[in-house]
Nanobody, 119 residues
Framework: QVQLVESGGGLVQAGGSLRLSCAAS????????MGWFRQAPGNEREFVAS????????SYTDSVKGRFTISRDNAKNTVYLQMNSLKPEDTAVYYC????????????WGQGTQVTVSS
């Protein structure tokens, strides 16, 4: 079993930055794919970014490319999401997720952290 705990959310003005952290515990996630998702009020949860643990290959949704950066620290079992040039439309609850090797879907989810960007 894997537990994921997000932190780093908050209120920021448009154009500002935040760094989200996702700490994994319970077992090592060194072979797991990790991702960030977000859900705004009234919307479905959407993919934001992902990273593979072994090679660090990253992927982003188009709306955050060039502004957000996902990274990981294997030694700390932690994944980060650096968010720059934030926009009001980035306001959402952000969730961290872990995917077992070979799995098509994410198996574990965190509780979420609120990010609010004011205009």
């Amino acid at each position: 079993q894997v537990q994921l705990v997000e932190s780093g959310g908050g209120l920021v003005q448009a154009g500002g930055s935040l760094r989200l952290s996702c700490a994994a515990s319970g077992r090592t996630v060194s072979t797991y794919g990790m991702g960030w998702f977000r859900q705004a009020p009234g919307n479905e949860r959407e993919f934001v970014a992902s990273i593979t643990w072994s090679l660090g290959i990253t992927s982003y949704t188009d709306s955050v490319k060039g502004r957000f950066t996902i990274s990981r620290d294997n030694a700390k079992n932690t994944v980060y999401l650096q968010m720059n040039s934030l926009k009001p439309e980035d306001t959402a609850v952000y969730y961290c997720a872990a995917r077992k090797p070979g799995a098509a879907l994410y198996n574990y989810w965190g509780q979420g952290t609120q990010v609010t960007v004011s205009s």
